[in-house]
């Protein structure tokens, strides 16, 4: 299943930056409201988050605007290292499905850190802060970060 995954990941991220290369085509601003509850941490929260993301296939370009390709792929790695049984390749499993919810890098990384509800602190022992540059510039390529 991890070879599917990781393959599925890799031709992502290689459309990811084909997309980059040729300017990623016309796209249009999208402004949603999502309930907050939809945190990392599967805990209950109250009010609303309003993102702003790009829609034809610009999304993840933004989110990793400045990242190489190594540094993505990385990011990759790591991710399935610490954060993959959890959230293998972003989807839901012992925790929610973390693609495609729009959050900004600070608050991505809060949230690991922080941790929240279910989730427990990842600490720079475990995940240094260059690895977790790594994973964020990686969670953009999933639209997991803006």
Same mark, same amino acid.
């Given at each position: 299943?991890?070879? /599917?995954? %990781?393959? $599925?990941?890799?031709?992502?991220? =290689? @459309?990811?930056?084909? $997309?980059?290369?040729?300017? /990623?085509?016309?796209? *249009?601003?999208?402004? %949603?409201? %999502?309930?907050? *509850? *939809? =945190?990392?941490?599967?805990?209950? @929260?109250?009010?609303?988050?309003?993102?702003?993301?790009?829609?034809?296939?610009? *999304?993840?370009?933004?989110?990793? =605007?400045?990242?190489?390709?190594?540094?993505?792929?990385?990011?990759?790695? !790591?991710?399935? #290292?610490?954060?993959?049984?959890?959230?293998? &390749?972003?989807?839901?499993?012992? &925790?929610?499905?973390?693609?495609?919810?729009?959050?900004?890098? #600070? !608050?991505? !990384?809060?949230?690991? +850190?922080?941790?929240?509800? !279910?989730? +427990?602190?990842?600490?720079?022992?475990? $995940? =240094?802060?260059?690895?977790?540059?790594?994973?964020?510039?990686?969670? /953009? %390529?999933?639209?997991?970060? +803006?």
């Amino acid at each position: 299943m991890k070879l /599917g995954q %990781t393959i $599925l990941s890799g031709a992502a991220l =290689s @459309a990811c930056f084909v $997309l980059t290369a040729c300017g /990623g085509g016309a796209a *249009a601003a999208e402004t %949603t409201t %999502t309930p907050a *509850a *939809a =945190s990392a941490g599967g805990e209950s @929260a109250s009010g609303t988050e309003t993102s702003t993301a790009t829609t034809g296939g610009d *999304a993840a370009a933004t989110a990793t =605007s400045g990242a190489s390709a190594e540094l993505i792929a990385a990011g990759g790695e !790591r991710f399935e #290292a610490v954060c993959g049984l959890c959230h293998p &390749g972003g989807d839901e499993d012992n &925790g929610p499905s973390i693609k495609d919810i729009h959050w900004d890098a #600070a !608050r991505m !990384r809060t949230q690991i +850190r922080n941790g929240s509800g !279910r989730m +427990r602190p990842i600490s720079a022992a475990r $995940l =240094s802060d260059e690895d977790l540059e790594k994973v964020v510039a990686w969670l /953009g %390529t999933i639209g997991a970060v +803006r």
